[in-house]
Every structure is written in C-alpha cells, then in structure tokens.
T-cell receptor, first 115, second 115 residues
Framework: AQKVTQAQTEISVVEKEDVTLDCVYE???????LFWYKQPPSGELVFLIR??????QNEISGRYSWNFQKSTSSFNFTITASQVVDSAVYFC????????????FGKGTKLSVKP | EAEVAQSPRYKITEKSQAVAFWCDPI?????LYWYRQILGQGPELLVQ????????DSQLPKDRFSAERLKGVDSTLKIQPAELGDSAMYLC?????????????FGPGTRLTVT
C-alpha cells in the first residue's frame, strides 16, 4: 500500500535559520513520483518540485533543496535562511505509476517562521 | 499562463442544504480530479474523470456526493444534503492525460463551511 508520512506536525523557527521538513514514503512500485507542495493561508496548493523514482540526484533551487534517498524511502526538503514568507503548510505527496494519477498526500507540516 | 479556475472561492451553507462547486480545467487537459482536504489533513482524491467518463470514484460518498463532466470540459461537484462533516477545502486539478497524472495543476479551491 502507498503511504506518505510527515512526522513533524508543526515547526517553528526564527528567520534566517535553516529548517528541514521530513518525508518518508511507502510504495511497492518501482516507478513512482514524489512531490512537494506549499499551501499558504490563502489555501491554494503551490507546486514546488517533482521527482521520479529513477532520479536520485539532489536538487537545489535558490534557498530550497531536496534530498531524495531511495535506501531510506525519504524525500526531505530543506529551506536555507528561512524567511517569514516561507510560513505555510508543506505537503509531501506520492504518485505510483500504476495508480494513474492518484496523488497520496502526507498530513503536512506547518512551518512558522518568526521575525 | 493557463490556470484551473474554481468557483465559488468560499461557500457557507446550512446542513441539509444542497451545494455545488464548479471547476474549469486548463484548456486541452483531458483528465480532471476533485480532491477534498479536511482541516489539518492532506488532500484526498474524491473522483477522477478522463474526458467525460468517471475513471475513479472509489472514495466518493455516493449517497450524497455527485460529480459530472458532461462535455468533457468543465465539471460540477454537488453535495446533497450537506452535513457538518463536509466542511473542508475542495480542490480541483487537471492534467493533460491520465498517463501524465504526475503533471497535475491545482485550482485555488473552494472552502466550504457547513453550519
């Protein structure tokens, strides 16, 4: 069965601190996709990144970086030098190739960045 | 940039009333998804359409929920009668095809409050 676990319910940091959001997934498929989304208080889901299961290369985009490790079934997200605008709920999600589109989301991690 | 449109953005209704939400996917996208997001949880798929056909409604509470996409373009999700537990964010997404389900674009959502 497919499952996404975000063990951190809430994280609070002070501006400019680095913060890592954890994501652990379960799947039986060898082909799958992993995602991170940001949901600000306004409610819309903002797409951040997609990774397929064959690409374990870490990715950096500005202050954001992602660490994908198949050996530990983890896809962690790090924000460097956090800013108040990073405050939001962040969701990790999984889509198995065979599921034809069913995105399985974790319960989300609420990040609060204080000035 | 093309976007998924949803209306209304906010809806307050009394329990036992009927309520409907509308979604207009990105032009040319064959696959349309409705998700429900209960407060504090990640989104969960309710129904998936391929053109005008339902391909997955296994999580749709069919005694009170219905969804249609008559011409394979825009879609309507209806709840009748609404219950207090239906209070949630209802998100619509679209993708070019089921095979490209990893490329889902989300609309801004409809936040439903049932009183």
């Amino acid at each position: 069965a497919q499952k996404v676990t975000q063990a951190q319910t809430e994280i609070s940091v002070v501006e400019k601190e680095d913060v890592t959001l954890d994501c652990v997934y379960e799947t039986r498929d060898t082909t799958y996709y992993l995602f991170w989304y940001k949901q600000p208080p306004s409610g819309e889901l903002v797409f951040l990144i997609r990774r397929n299961s064959f690409d374990e290369q870490n990715e950096i985009s500005g202050r954001y970086s992602w660490n994908f490790q198949k050996s530990t079934s983890s896809f962690n997200f790090t924000i460097t030098a956090s800013q108040v605008v990073d405050s939001a709920v962040y969701f990790c999600a999984l889509s198995e190739w065979g599921s034809q589109g069913n995105l399985i989301f974790g319960k989300g991690t609420k990040l609060s960045v204080k000035p | 940039e093309a976007e998924v449109a949803q209306s209304p953005r906010y809806k307050i209704t009394e329990k036992s009333q009927a309520v409907a939400f509308w979604c207009d996917p990105i032009s040319g996208h064959a696959t349309l998804y409705w998700y429900r997001q209960i407060l504090g949880q990640g989104p969960e798929l309710l129904v998936q359409f391929q053109d005008e056909s339902v391909v997955d409604d296994s999580q749709l509470p069919k005694d009170r929920f219905s969804a249609e996409r008559l011409k394979g373009v825009d879609s309507t999700l209806k709840i009748q009668p609404a219950e207090l537990g239906d209070s949630a964010m209802y998100l619509c997404a679209s993708s070019p095809s089921r095979e490209m389900a990893y490329e889902q674009y989300f609309g801004p959502g409809t936040r439903l409050t049932v009183t």
